[in-house]
């Protein structure tokens, strides 16, 4: 089996790095200068192993794609793609709920190359610790189980252990809204409201995320792994977080580099309008939405917050 990362950015890069461990592995990005070295990875250059292209048709003649594009642009590039991607196994890495469609990644694939195999590749992983060989764990999500225990092995590596699961709903939801949640525990940190608050969003924030999740066929059990729980955990207490450090910036109220990928900002936004949809009540994902579209203070949100009527836990 041959394997590609489609999108070359600090991720797919750092994914690439580690897979070239197990052979040869083809790394396609759109920018020929960004290709070999990476900013946001000092000190990382590819390994011989790594074949880099600009070339869409050579990457994508490998069996196994890894997506490592923002979830935001993932709709397009498989709409502007399809021929070349339907009927292989695509294993998306993009952590965020699509925000024309209200659709995690695998709806987008299937819906888009509906010959693919659906895979998810998720849960706590910075990508300067897997680039730089720090051990990791990961889940990895099909609904196939034997495509999943043969991917399962084949994107494992030496520092590299993933963890099998059929639940692909609930993987992909974790990745995604633990990055809303995030934003919010970051928020609560940059404007000094202290480690009791932040505790108090990150578990009251899995409590949205696991009634979100089951309500749209997630196993609850998901959530309290590596792809939930483990994720939300890393991302609301490490600066390394984007999402963190961009709800720091807005609770402290300093300047954020726009360029830089934030997931939860535009999820936020999704999963407020999917809820409001549903019918569920999911109060922080709300916050976070009015606040990452500068229309809510912090500190109305937490009188908000704090506000609501008193309920069982
Ligand atoms: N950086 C990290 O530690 C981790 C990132 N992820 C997820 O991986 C995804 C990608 O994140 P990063 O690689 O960190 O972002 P990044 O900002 O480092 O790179 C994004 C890359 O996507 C490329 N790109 C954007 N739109 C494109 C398009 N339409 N066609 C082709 N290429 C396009 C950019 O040129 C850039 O190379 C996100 O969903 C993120 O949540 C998941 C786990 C860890
Ligand atoms: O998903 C991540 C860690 O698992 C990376 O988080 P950020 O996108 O917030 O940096």
Same mark, same amino acid.
């Given at each position: 089996?041959?394997?590609?990362?489609?999108?070359?950015?600090?991720?797919?890069?750092?994914?690439?790095?580690?897979?070239?461990?197990?052979?040869?592995?083809?790394?396609?990005?759109?920018?020929?200068?960004?290709?070999?070295?990476?900013?946001?990875?000092?000190?990382?250059?590819?390994?011989?192993?790594?074949?880099?292209?600009?070339? &869409?048709?050579?990457?994508?003649?490998?069996? %196994? *794609?890894? $997506?490592?594009?923002?979830?935001?642009?993932? @709709? +397009?590039? !498989?709409?502007?793609?399809?021929?070349?991607?339907?009927?292989?196994?695509?294993?998306?890495?993009?952590?965020?709920?699509?925000?024309?469609?209200?659709?995690?990644?695998?709806?987008?694939?299937?819906?888009?190359?509906?010959?693919?195999?659906?895979?998810?590749?998720?849960?706590?992983?910075?990508?300067?610790?897997?680039?730089?060989?720090?051990?990791?764990?990961?889940?990895?999500?099909?609904?196939?189980?034997?495509?999943?225990?043969? &991917?399962?092995?084949?994107?494992?590596?030496? %520092? *590299?252990? $993933?963890?099998?699961?059929?639940?692909?709903? @609930? +993987?992909? !939801?974790?990745?995604?809204?633990?990055?809303?949640?995030?934003?919010?525990?970051?928020?609560?940190?940059?404007?000094?409201?202290?480690?009791?608050?932040?505790?108090?969003?990150?578990?009251?924030?899995?409590?949205?995320?696991?009634?979100?999740?089951?309500?749209?066929?997630?196993?609850?059990?998901?959530?309290?792994?590596?792809?939930?729980?483990?994720?939300?955990?890393?991302?609301?207490?490490?600066?390394?977080?984007?999402?963190?450090?961009?709800?720091?910036?807005?609770?402290?109220? %300093?300047?954020?580099?726009?360029?830089?990928?934030?997931?939860?900002? +535009?999820?936020?936004?999704?999963?407020?309008?999917?809820?409001?949809?549903?019918?569920?009540?999911?109060?922080?994902?709300?916050?976070?939405?009015?606040?990452?579209?500068?229309?809510?203070?912090?500190?109305?949100?937490?009188?908000?917050?704090?506000?609501?009527?008193?309920?069982?836990?």
């Amino acid at each position: 089996m041959t394997v590609s990362v489609l999108g070359a950015g600090a991720f797919g890069t750092a994914l690439a790095v580690t897979l070239a461990g197990n052979g040869p592995v083809t790394l396609w990005g759109r920018d020929a200068a960004k290709l070999r070295t990476n900013p946001k990875l000092p000190g990382v250059s590819l390994p011989p192993e790594v074949k880099a292209t600009t070339d &869409l048709a050579k990457a994508t003649a490998a069996d %196994t *794609l890894l $997506l490592a594009l923002p979830a935001q642009a993932l @709709g +397009a590039f !498989l709409a502007d793609h399809a021929a070349l991607l339907d009927g292989k196994s695509l294993v998306n890495t993009a952590k965020g709920i699509d925000l024309t469609t209200l659709t995690g990644p695998s709806e987008l694939i299937r819906a888009a190359c509906p010959a693919a195999t659906v895979a998810v590749l998720t849960g706590p992983s910075f990508a300067a610790d897997i680039a730089c060989g720090l051990p990791t764990a990961l889940t990895l999500a099909c609904a196939d189980a034997d495509r999943g225990e043969a &991917l399962q092995a084949e994107l494992s590596t030496q %520092t *590299l252990r $993933l963890y099998r699961s059929t639940d692909v709903t @609930g +993987a992909e !939801l974790g990745g995604a809204l633990k990055n809303v949640i995030a934003i919010a525990a970051g928020a609560v940190m940059g404007r000094q409201l202290g480690d009791s608050a932040r505790a108090a969003i990150i578990t009251r924030g899995f409590a949205e995320m696991t009634r979100l999740a089951t309500h749209l066929g997630a196993r609850a059990e998901t959530l309290t792994g590596l792809s939930g729980l483990g994720d939300l955990t890393l991302t609301c207490t490490s600066d390394q977080s984007r999402n963190y450090r961009f709800g720091f910036s807005l609770g402290a109220g %300093t300047e954020f580099d726009s360029s830089t990928t934030v997931e939860g900002a +535009a999820t936020a936004q999704a999963v407020a309008a999917l809820a409001g949809k549903l019918g569920l009540d999911l109060p922080i994902t709300a916050a976070v939405a009015g606040l990452v579209t500068r229309r809510v203070s912090v500190e109305k949100l937490m009188q908000q917050l704090l506000n609501r009527p008193l309920k069982d836990e």
